[in-house]
């Protein structure tokens, strides 16, 4: 999963039930973070809690190995 932060202040990122991603996790800074995961085959689940100012964006890019 490569996550591009476009000066997000505060998010949660939820993928499958679990957090991946917090509020300390974003500084209201760009950001671009590659994270490891393993998704499960058949369907998956992802939620996104932005709690900043309008305009900042979250960017999810998912790729198959």
């Given at each position: 999963?490569?996550?591009t932060s476009m000066n997000v202040a505060?998010?949660?990122v939820?993928?499958?039930g679990e957090e991946l991603?917090?509020?300390s996790d974003f500084r209201?800074?760009?950001l671009t973070e590659e994270i490891e995961i393993d998704l499960p085959e058949g369907a998956n689940s992802m939620a996104v809690k932005l709690m900043g100012r309008?305009?900042?964006q979250l960017i999810?890019?998912?790729e198959e190995e």
């Open positions: 999963l490569l996550l505060s998010a949660r939820f993928l499958n991603l917090g509020p209201g800074h760009p309008p305009g900042e999810f890019e998912f």
